[in-house]
């Protein structure tokens, strides 16, 4: 999906999950850790094992998206968009860190 999504960014084109910063991080918490033995006072580097699936956290996600949208719809008018786009800016460059 990365790839995919940097070639699209390169060419200008639309990306193929509209919600790549929420997808990233519902894979990351999503993620079973296995911790490794250390070796002569190497650092720990834990090991990735696997990926649980569920789609509980998906349908909550876009549950309280329709609900803010449609109970918050006045509030959220009043935020400027500058604001909104700094926020999304954020979570997107604190989600590629890892």
Do not use: Y
Request: with cysteine; charged share 10%.
């Amino acid at each position: 999906v990365s790839v995919c999504t940097f070639c699209c960014s390169i060419l200008g084109l639309p990306f193929l999950a509209g919600a790549t910063v929420r997808s990233i991080n519902h894979v990351r918490a999503n993620a079973v850790w296995e911790a490794q033995d250390p070796k002569e006072g190497a650092p720990v580097a834990p090991k990735l094992v696997g990926i649980r699936e569920q789609r509980v956290t998906n349908f909550a996600i876009h549950a309280l998206i329709a609900a803010s949208v449609l109970i918050l719809r006045p509030v959220l008018s009043r935020v400027p968009l500058a604001v909104l786009m700094g926020l999304f800016l954020h979570l997107g460059t604190s989600a590629l860190t890892g």
